[in-house]
């Protein structure tokens, strides 16, 4: 089966809309002398990924356009798939694509930088007799407000905006999910992806992978620059070519 990856790309980007004016869309900002979303098909083409389906919304054309003019790495097949007129939520994206998924797929979001396994996360979910998997960090409110909490190599909790020092795990940003998560949703629905991850944390089919090194966002301004000094001077860039390179060899993203 293909290697899917979902990534969520349609958000408005309202953080950075003094960034990126009324057309440029989040994920073609520019960071370390490249657009954006280069460096996450680079991310995840050399984690393992075959296929990148990206969710689009805002000024869409304008990502269509960027990556008819540039050849993707390690052989991707790379789509776009838009929201349409009315913006569906997280879930209700993911929901509106489903008929062109594999039975189990990637979920990841469009404005992050994750370094992820993705074949030991998935013999993990196999072999834990899961549906899916939350990639989680031990974040103890360290980056940001914590939002998870992991039992026994399960998520058995999952709040955004908890108090502080109610979790001490962070979502990732790397989901791995299967079709039939989405079953209690019809075609055209509004709905967020933590209504989908709650379900499956109720079932108990939410296996927790746990990182121990942090993600890179362009989420705000901060962040953004942030990232662009890490990526310029962990020479990122660099490395991903070369690990894609010698993809399904040994190698490591340079640590934050």
């Keep these: 089966m293909t290697r899917t990856v979902v ?3 349609g958000g408005l980007g309202l953080r950075v809309a003094h960034l990126t004016g009324p057309d440029l869309p989040k994920a073609l900002l520019p960071v370390g002398g490249h657009p954006f979303i280069d460096l996450k098909i680079a991310d995840l083409t050399s984690g393992g990924a075959e296929e990148i389906v990206l969710l689009v919304g805002h000024n869409a054309r304008f990502l269509d356009q960027h990556l008819s003019d540039v050849a993707t790495p ?4 790379v789509r776009c798939v838009a929201d349409g007129p009315a913006l569906l939520g997280t879930g209700g994206a993911i929901r509106a694509a489903l008929d062109t998924l594999p039975d189990r797929f990637w979920v990841t979001y469009g404005d992050t ?3 992820v396994p993705m074949a030991p996360v998935e013999d993990f979910a196999d072999s834990c007799d899961v549906e899916g998997v939350m990639v989680v960090l031990e974040n103890v409110d360290r980056w940001e407000p914590s939002n998870v909490s992991v039992q026994d190599g399960r998520v058995v909790g999952y709040e955004k905006g908890a108090p502080l020092g109610t979790h001490r795990f962070i979502d990732f940003g790397m989901l791995l999910l299967g079709r039939a998560a989405f079953a209690a ?3 055209g629905t509004t709905f967020d992806l933590g209504q989908v991850l709650g379900d499956e944390i109720a079932k108990g089919h939410l296996g927790a992978w746990t990182v121990t090194h942090r993600f890179r966002d362009i989420g705000t301004e901060d962040a953004w620059r942030e990232t662009d000094e890490w990526v ?3 020479a990122l860039w660099d490395r991903l070519q070369e690990r894609i390179h010698n993809r399904g060899q040994a190698g490591d993203l340079p640590r934050p």
């Design 74 to 77: 390690g052989g991707v097949h």
């Design 7 to 9: 990534v969520l790309a």
């Design 185 to 187: 949703h019809g075609p």
């Design 113 to 115: 930088l994750l370094d």
């Design 232 to 234: 310029r001077d962990s």
